[in-house]
């Protein structure tokens, strides 16, 4: 695929994104003009940018698209619920073109087409009397986008590119055709306006039928850029007088323009006016200040009567305000060009080969700092010092880099809440909050399907029929949130709702049936509830096509593993339920604090670390011990990976946290914080427990990374199953899970 | 006054019969002062031809007579409405020039 195409699908699929969201706004407000122009412009954004690559199929319908958005904003047609589902099913169709298109296919397949068609009869239906084609071509001379009614002035076309040509006297006998150069301009953009400029050629005694006397004014509105424009004239270059305003020029460059031109200002202006480039009001004000002029006292010595260039800039004022909807309009233009401005496209493996790079860094300095202190040279290892932290500045930006907000996943899901709401004949609200929290980028494109399953589930099995709902007390709106926050270098997506929770009984029951559970296991409440992210589960009697076949939660639980992460549910019954997904922050380097158990060293993200205790006599026998007061579960790192060799006499224990639960973890020494570049374990370990990575410490050795997540299943698994036979309820709190 | 018989243009209204199509259409001119043109079978036209036609306007014009032009071929009007010259032309006749194939 060419680049062009590539930057073509990619915009426009953020167009697309911007008309999703400002359609679902239309149902809400449908009286708000600026909403209903935002989504016209990103729709006949998407057009414009589908001529110029000359792809016909996008272009075609959206186009027919663009006739429903222009009646709408002409007031002819009412927003209406039919109205909005129509075009929400528009934007979807345009993004399956896009992927036609991406896919390099020439044009859509029969299903897609038939799709197409039918989505056009109904968008005719909607505009009225199936008319003859509505307006191909009509649309084509003035650009409705981009025509701003100011006030009786007429229309202008603000966003075109204006050129103005005359060619020179010798370009027909060079052998060239001006028409040909123009034509071929038209294949860059969409030309607008053309006047042709023929007041050069002179009376018939000296015209040379040989010679070229004719110029061209010309409003193009195209996505090339002026070197491209330049280069249509590459040929003549050296023999037409060539002026190019970019798209948006402000007045004064218009009438400079005009000074620079042979012919008389007056026509010019007219000229300027019937391609678009100015208002007639500023014409007939400019006009209007001429005669005044001219009628004033001729007393004061040169009777110089002013240029119409000269009194336009005088009237910008007038301008001002005779236009004003113009000038917000183009601000407006302006203020998201200049946001445009301030971002910078890179692509993501740059993004990530700069990462490696940067663990490089940290590795290699890791190596100085340990030479530097056993130099024992006090210049060096503060040399070194210095340098390590600038490392750990690089790391950060660089990190910084990959983040981005959850926002834009999220909103998402007001579309996804829309159509499901209405299929299910439910009324829910979506609450989002917590947009601004920022992750790691592949973490946000890894999170989107496990996210969208949990909300389905919400949406279908959590919120309860309005019926229900009235019964039980509670509003007939539904809700279902989606919040993001930080929490000690992690990130938490809940996803929670206010419908009628899980139903402990059934899940039980459910369990025992399918044999995930035996008889006369004793389970504590949260892990009843966790039992939904089992293989096989589920507990909706009748399959719906959202969810509910059973194949969703485990998946959904593997996914968010697969991220170093972890998934667990609380529930209370008949007031909703809440799913929490916990998140490392980043995937590739990390804070670690460094432990020794016999020669080998292992690093535990410093992130999960809560404190370190001294245990001169740790309790044999017995896997948990007394923390102020709290029983906390213990593992001896020692015993976990078979190390040989006699544990020292004092031993510590470093306290992790994750998902709400502590758990000790005994080793021989502490070593102290180490900056931690993850490295990927391969494909020889997939079943190593209790291993997350591995990374390189500066003297060249091997650390491996502990899983805390893993860990501290493991810990708190072990506690279960030696105690609950003894118990009827556990004290101690629970993992989700196995 | 009556108008004598149309013009009828053979050639093509490009570059290489400019000179010559020069002096007959001018010709044409100083002995009517309604001339009519009859460009039905101009295959081509490009600027000298499009051209060739505002002179002839405007010569018309300033000696106070009329051109019409009564029939255009495809080609013709093709490059009057590109060059969006119908209206400065004011022929009404540009209509059935949409019929000519």
């Given at each position: 695929?060419?680049?062009?195409?590539?930057?073509?699908?990619?915009?426009?699929?953020?167009?697309?994104?911007?008309?999703?969201?400002?359609?679902?706004?239309?149902?809400?407000?449908?009286?708000?003009?600026?909403?209903?122009?935002?989504?016209?412009?990103?729709?006949?954004?998407?057009?414009?940018?589908?001529?110029?690559?000359?792809?016909?199929?996008?272009?075609?319908?959206?186009?027919?698209?663009?006739?429903?958005?222009?009646?709408?904003?002409?007031?002819?047609?009412?927003?209406?619920?039919?109205?909005?589902?129509?075009?929400?099913?528009?934007?979807?169709?345009?993004?399956?073109?896009?992927?036609?298109?991406?896919?390099?296919?020439?044009?859509?397949?029969?299903?897609?087409?038939?799709?197409?068609?039918?989505?056009?009869?109904?968008?005719?239906?909607?505009?009225?009397?199936?008319?003859?084609?509505?307006?191909?071509?009509?649309?084509?001379?003035?650009?409705?986008?981009?025509?701003?009614?100011?006030?009786?002035?007429?229309?202008?076309?603000?966003?075109?590119?204006?050129?103005?040509?005359?060619?020179?006297?010798?370009?027909?006998?060079?052998?060239?055709?001006?028409?040909?150069?123009?034509?071929?301009?038209?294949?860059?953009?969409?030309?607008?306006?053309?006047?042709?400029?023929?007041?050069?050629?002179?009376?018939?005694?000296?015209?040379?039928?040989?010679?070229?006397?004719?110029?061209?004014?010309?409003?193009?509105?195209?996505?090339?850029?002026?070197?491209?424009?330049?280069?249509?004239?590459?040929?003549?270059?050296?023999?037409?007088?060539?002026?190019?305003?970019?798209?948006?020029?402000?007045?004064?460059?218009?009438?400079?323009?005009?000074?620079?031109?042979?012919?008389?200002?007056?026509?010019?202006?007219?000229?300027?006016?019937?391609?678009?480039?100015?208002?007639?009001?500023?014409?007939?004000?400019?006009?209007?200040?001429?005669?005044?002029?001219?009628?004033?006292?001729?007393?004061?010595?040169?009777?110089?009567?002013?240029?119409?260039?000269?009194?336009?800039?005088?009237?910008?004022?007038?301008?001002?305000?005779?236009?004003?909807?113009?000038?917000?309009?183009?601000?407006?233009?302006?203020?998201?060009?200049?946001?445009?401005?301030?971002?910078?496209?890179?692509?993501?493996?740059?993004?990530?080969?700069?990462?490696?790079?940067?663990?490089?860094?940290?590795?290699?300095?890791?190596?100085?700092?340990?030479?530097?202190?056993?130099?024992?040279?006090?210049?060096?290892?503060?040399?070194?010092?210095?340098?390590?932290?600038?490392?750990?500045?690089?790391?950060?930006?660089?990190?910084?880099?990959?983040?981005?907000?959850?926002?834009?996943?999220?909103?998402?899901f007001?579309?996804?809440?829309?159509?499901?709401?209405?299929?299910?004949?439910?009324?829910?609200?979506?609450?989002?909050?917590?947009?601004?929290?920022?992750?790691?980028?592949?973490?946000?494109?890894?999170i989107g399907d496990p996210l969208m399953h949990l909300v389905r589930n919400s949406l279908d099995h959590g919120?309860?029929?309005?019926?229900?709902?009235?019964?039980?007390?509670?509003?007939?709106?539904?809700?279902v949130?989606l919040?993001?926050?930080?929490?000690?270098?992690?990130?938490?997506i809940e996803v929670s709702d206010?419908?009628?929770?899980?139903?402990?009984?059934?899940?039980?029951?459910?369990?025992?049936?399918?044999?995930?559970?035996?008889?006369?296991?004793?389970?504590?409440?949260?892990?009843?509830?966790?039992?939904i992210f089992?293989?096989?589960?589920?507990?909706?009697?009748?399959?719906?096509?959202?969810s509910?076949?059973?194949?969703g939660m485990?998946?959904v639980r593997?996914n968010i593993?697969?991220?170093?992460?972890?998934v667990?549910v609380?529930?209370?019954?008949?007031?909703?339920s809440t799913f929490s997904i916990?998140?490392?922050?980043?995937?590739?380097?990390?804070?670690?604090?460094?432990?020794?158990?016999?020669?080998?060293?292992?690093?535990?993200?410093?992130?999960?670390?809560?404190?370190?205790?001294?245990?001169?006599?740790?309790?044999?026998?017995?896997?948990?011990?007394?923390?102020?007061?709290?029983?906390?579960?213990?593992?001896?790192?020692?015993?976990?990976?078979?190390?040989?060799?006699?544990?020292?006499?004092?031993?510590?224990?470093?306290?992790?946290?994750?998902?709400?639960?502590?758990?000790?973890?005994?080793?021989?020494?502490?070593?102290?914080?180490?900056?931690?570049?993850?490295?990927?374990?391969?494909?020889?370990?997939?079943?190593?427990?209790?291993?997350?990575?591995?990374?390189?410490?500066?003297?060249?050795?091997?650390?491996?990374?502990?899983?805390?997540?893993?860990?501290?299943?493991?810990?708190?698994?072990?506690?279960?199953?030696?105690?609950?036979?003894?118990?009827?309820?556990?004290?101690?709190?629970?993992?989700?899970?196995? | 006054?009556?108008?004598?018989?149309?013009?009828?243009?053979?050639?093509?209204?490009?570059?290489?019969?400019?000179?010559?199509?020069?002096?007959?259409?001018?010709?044409?001119?100083?002995?009517?002062?309604?001339?009519?043109?009859?460009?039905?079978?101009?295959?081509?036209?490009?600027?000298?031809?499009?051209?060739?036609?505002?002179?002839?306007?405007?010569?018309?014009?300033?000696?106070?007579?009329?051109?019409?032009?009564?029939?255009?071929?495809?080609?013709?009007?093709?490059?009057?409405?590109?060059?969006?010259?119908?209206?400065?032309?004011?022929?009404?006749?540009?209509?059935?020039?949409?019929?000519?194939?």
């Amino acid at each position: 695929m060419d680049e062009i195409t590539g930057v073509f699908i990619q915009e426009s699929r953020e167009q697309l994104a911007e008309m999703e969201s400002g359609l679902l706004r239309l149902e809400q407000d449908p009286e708000d003009q600026d909403n209903i122009n935002s989504i016209f412009r990103a729709a006949h954004t998407i057009k414009g940018g589908s001529g110029v690559i000359e792809c016909h199929f996008i272009e075609s319908f959206t186009h027919r698209v663009e006739n429903l958005l222009d009646a709408l904003r002409n007031g002819d047609l009412a927003v209406t619920s039919t109205l909005a589902t129509l075009l929400l099913e528009c934007c979807d169709h345009m993004g399956c073109l896009l992927d036609v298109l991406g896919a390099e296919a020439s044009e859509p397949d029969a299903e897609l087409q038939a799709r197409g068609e039918s989505l056009t009869e109904r968008l005719k239906v909607l505009l009225g009397a199936p008319t003859t084609a509505p307006a191909s071509s009509d649309m084509t001379l003035h650009d409705p986008t981009v025509e701003v009614e100011s006030s009786g002035g007429g229309i202008v076309v603000t966003d075109s590119w204006h050129i103005s040509v005359r060619f020179g006297e010798n370009v027909l006998r060079g052998g060239m055709e001006p028409l040909s150069f123009i034509r071929y301009l038209a294949s860059l953009g969409e030309i607008v306006g053309l006047e042709t400029i023929t007041d050069a050629i002179p009376a018939a005694a000296e015209m040379d039928p040989e010679s070229c006397y004719i110029g061209f004014e010309i409003q193009l509105q195209t996505r090339s850029s002026k070197a491209d424009i330049e280069r249509v004239f590459d040929f003549v270059r050296d023999e037409c007088d060539l002026h190019i305003l970019p798209p948006n020029s402000k007045l004064s460059e218009y009438i400079k323009r005009i000074e620079e031109l042979p012919e008389d200002s007056m026509r010019l202006g007219e000229i300027l006016v019937r391609c678009g480039a100015l208002t007639q009001t500023e014409i007939d004000q400019g006009l209007l200040n001429q005669e005044t002029a001219c009628a004033g006292p001729s007393t004061d010595g040169a009777p110089h009567s002013p240029q119409l260039g000269e009194i336009l800039v005088d009237n910008k004022v007038v301008h001002k305000e005779l236009v004003e909807a113009a000038v917000v309009k183009q601000t407006q233009v302006n203020d998201k060009k200049a946001k445009e401005a301030r971002l910078v496209r890179v692509q993501a493996d740059k993004l990530d080969q700069l990462i490696d790079l940067v663990g490089e860094l940290v590795i290699a300095g890791a190596s100085a700092n340990l030479l530097a202190q056993k130099s024992r040279q006090a210049g060096l290892v503060e040399a070194t010092s210095v340098l390590s932290r600038l490392v750990e500045n690089i790391r950060d930006s660089a990190l910084q880099l990959r983040m981005v907000q959850i926002g834009d996943t999220f909103t998402r899901f007001n579309r996804v809440v829309r159509d499901v709401s209405k299929e299910l004949g439910k009324e829910i609200d979506l609450q989002i909050s917590g947009a601004e929290t920022e992750l790691d980028k592949t973490v946000v494109e890894k999170i989107g399907d496990p996210l969208m399953h949990l909300v389905r589930n919400s949406l279908d099995h959590g919120i309860e029929p309005v019926a229900l709902r009235l019964e039980r007390g509670k509003p007939a709106c539904g809700r279902v949130s989606l919040n993001a926050f930080h929490d000690s270098g992690s990130i938490v997506i809940e996803v929670s709702d206010d419908g009628g929770g899980l139903n402990k009984n059934k899940i039980s029951a459910k369990a025992l049936e399918r044999g995930i559970i035996q008889p006369g296991q004793q389970l504590s409440e949260a892990e009843i509830v966790n039992l939904i992210f089992e293989p096989g589960f589920s507990t909706v009697d009748k399959v719906s096509n959202l969810s509910g076949r059973g194949v969703g939660m485990d998946v959904v639980r593997r996914n968010i593993q697969a991220l170093r992460g972890a998934v667990n549910v609380t529930s209370v019954e008949g007031q909703g339920s809440t799913f929490s997904i916990h998140l490392p922050l980043t995937l590739a380097i990390i804070d670690g604090f460094l432990v020794g158990v016999g020669k080998a060293a292992y690093v535990i993200p410093l992130d999960t670390v809560v404190e370190c205790i001294e245990q001169k006599e740790p309790p044999t026998g017995r896997s948990f011990l007394n923390l102020r007061g709290e029983a906390l579960p213990f593992i001896r790192l020692r015993d976990l990976f078979e190390i040989e060799g006699t544990p020292p006499a004092r031993e510590s224990i470093v306290v992790i946290q994750f998902g709400g639960q502590k758990a000790g973890i005994v080793v021989d020494q502490l070593m102290g914080e180490f900056q931690t570049v993850i490295k990927p374990l391969g494909v020889m370990f997939p079943h190593l427990q209790g291993i997350g990575g591995s990374t390189i410490l500066g003297s060249g050795e091997v650390a491996l990374i502990l899983d805390v997540a893993a860990l501290v299943r493991i810990v708190s698994q072990s506690e279960e199953q030696k105690f609950l036979p003894e118990r009827n309820t556990p004290s101690l709190p629970v993992h989700p899970g196995n | 006054m009556p108008s004598s018989q149309p013009l009828t243009v053979t050639e093509d209204l490009t570059i290489y019969h400019a000179l010559e199509l020069k002096e007959k259409l001018l010709d044409a001119l100083s002995q009517t002062a309604d001339l009519e043109l009859n460009l039905a079978q101009v295959g081509e036209m490009d600027t000298a031809g499009l051209q060739l036609l505002v002179l002839l306007k405007k010569e018309a014009q300033r000696a106070g007579k009329c051109v019409r032009i009564v029939a255009h071929s495809q080609a013709v009007s093709a490059v009057v409405e590109f060059c969006n010259m119908a209206a400065e032309f004011g022929d009404p006749l540009l209509i059935p020039a949409h019929e000519t194939p």
